[in-house]
């Protein structure tokens, strides 16, 4: 029994959220910057499944609504759901093409920007703050082209850390 | 139940039959995302711990939506770990930046003459560190004059980490409850009002910016007195609300805090109006205002350290006088902002200090 590879995919999240809040923030211009943990998130739930995917899902929307603005709960919710549909479809075959995913990120991340203003709105939480769908569409994009950078190098970890066995292993 | 059991059961049927069809006909063929797990009869489970995890993500949301900016001692742990290592890479970033601009640009000079470019470099980074000493220092004396000025104590902290979202305007600041700092705080620097403390814990606090559309600022145009209410947009500019139609504004006037929201002291500059829309109807114009201070600049704030006191009405201005029934009349207080902490408080110091 191991923990090797859930820690560190946790680990990976929780630098990319210091990263994503003090250096991107400084590269990046308003929503020209990515939302790495989303992008890690997609990797992880096609990857990860059973325990480890839905400890690792919760727990990055935990860190996200730590280190951010939004009302409480609400990454928690929106990485919830957006694990289960990515089980829920079995996206692991789809996922097999760069421009596929690509794709997929770019809709996971249109669906996460529109589910977060809508748990918002449902909560009746007042000034939420407003993006158009253009900026929504803009931030995807972005999202998508990080797939490019981002999912070779988590492949790369993925693949040295999952020869460990144990509850945590990785899907066939 | 039965109903959903019933769905899923018809759903899930006519898959299997398709999936069997498919592979008498070519063999092993994956038909996952024809039938989505969930439709699956065998995946009990996994349905039964999607809804338990989203039943708490929900619960977790709505508890803690009703109670903003509380920590608990897991959010704390948590925050404790990771505030220092924002620090840590903010001040790599900028060091690597600084690095970037004093040495890098200069390479092809060093190939020239390497001894004296040595030197050059040398003296340059000793400059440009005695000149970031020097407008650091004015920074300060600016926010020592700001605080002399309005006679309340403050305190001082660094930028070390921005909201990694785009769409909240948050920033992390150095200093936290063993350094005085309490949710509800106004921040400020000494060019004007920068937002309030969101929450705070040991030695770190995230401050709501101005720009953020959660935060409220009650608000007067300096020239007219005219009164709204400052909100963010999200953006890098501000909007006043609830401004009459009537009320005279023009692009440049001087918006400043009212202090009637018993948050902000009254005169504190938020910005200058950039445009402004009046509707041939309606009750309000729309007033844009560009913000004083540069949030995507900041680098040090200052915390004021206690809560004004509340206005005093009227009554309690005016000489006593005769009539009996008047001098009888409770002052009436402003009503104050329940999530805030009661106001005219000092604010606890643990360390037992004054305040620097």
């Known amino acids: 029994m191991t923990w090797w590879p859930f820690l560190v995919f946790l680990g990976l999240g929780w630098l990319i959220l210091v990263l994503q809040s003090t250096v991107m923030s400084y590269i990046g211009y308003g929503i020209l910057q990515p939302d790495l943990l989303l992008v890690l998130l997609v990797h992880t739930s096609v990857h990860r499944r059973g325990a480890a995917g839905c400890a690792l899902a919760v727990l990055f929307g935990y860190l996200m609504d730590l280190f951010s603005g939004r009302p409480f709960g609400t990454s928690l919710v929106i990485y919830v759901c957006l694990y289960f549909v990515i089980r829920l479809l079995s996206l692991r075959l789809l996922l097999q093409g760069r421009t596929v995913q690509m794709i997929l990120v770019a809709i996971f991340s249109l669906v996460s920007e529109v589910g977060s203003t809508g748990l918002a709105r449902l909560a009746a939480i007042p000034s939420v703050p407003r993006l158009s769908l253009l ?38 | 139940m039965c109903g959903l059991a019933l769905a899923q059961y018809t759903l899930a049927r006519p898959a299997v039959k398709a999936k069997k069809a498919l592979e008498k006909r070519h063999g092993f063929i994956y038909i996952g995302w024809l039938m989505p797990n ?28 009703k109670k903003p900016g509380e920590l608990n001692a897991l959010d704390r742990i948590v925050l404790t770990v990771s505030a220092p290592v924002q620090r840590g890479a ?49 920074r300060l004396r600016k926010l020592l004059d700001f605080s002399e000025q309005h006679a309340r104590p403050m305190y001082t902290a660094r930028v070390v980490g921005y909201d990694p979202t785009s769409r909240y305007r948050t920033i992390r600041i ?37 720009t953020d559309p959660q935060s409220g600022v009650d608000a007067l145009v300096q020239r007219t007195r005219a009164r709204g209410t400052v909100e963010g947009v999200g953006e890098a500019s501000l909007r006043l609300k609830y401004l009459l139609r009537l009320d005279e504004v023009r692009p440049g006037d001087l918006v400043v805090t009212s202090g009637f929201d018993n948050v902000f002291p009254p005169g504190l500059v938020i910005g200058t109006v950039s445009r402004l829309r009046r509707r041939s109807s309606g009750v309000f114009q729309e007033v844009q205002i560009t913000p004083a201070v540069d949030m995507s600049r900041i680098e040090e704030v200052a915390i004021l350290a ?51």
């Open chain 1, 135 to 172: 900026d929504m569409a803009i931030r995807a994009a972005i999202n998508a082209v990080v797939v490019l950078a981002l999912f070779p190098v988590l492949a790369r970890i993925e693949s040295s850390v999952s020869h460990k066995s144990g509850p945590f292993q990785v899907s066939a």
């Open chain 2, 38 to 65: 969930l439709f699956r009869p065998s995946h009990r489970r996994r349905r039964l711990l999607f809804l338990l995890l989203l039943g708490a993500a929900l619960l977790v949301f709505h508890a803690r939506t």
């Open chain 2, 90 to 138: 903010t001040w790599a970033y900028r060091w690597a930046e600084a690095v970037w601009h004093d040495y890098l640009f200069l390479i092809d000079v060093q190939q020239r003459n390497e001894r004296l470019e040595r030197e050059v470099t040398a003296l340059r980074q000793r400059l440009n560190e005695l000149h970031e000493m020097e407008l650091e220092n004015r």
């Open chain 2, 174 to 210: 150095d200093r936290g409850t063993h350094g005085g700092v309490f949710r509800g705080l106004p921040v400020v620097t000494a060019r004007g009002v920068v937002g309030r403390v969101l929450r705070a814990w040991a030695d770190y606090a995230d401050v709501l910016l101005l």
């Open chain 2, 306 to 356: 206690t809560l004004p006191a509340p206005r005093p009405s009227l009554e309690t201005r005016c000489p006593p006088c005769n009539d009996p029934a008047r001098n009888a009349q409770p002052a009436t207080a402003p009503t104050p902002d329940p999530h805030l902490p009661p106001p005219a408080q000092e604010a606890p110091n643990p360390q037992g200090g004054t305040p620097p």
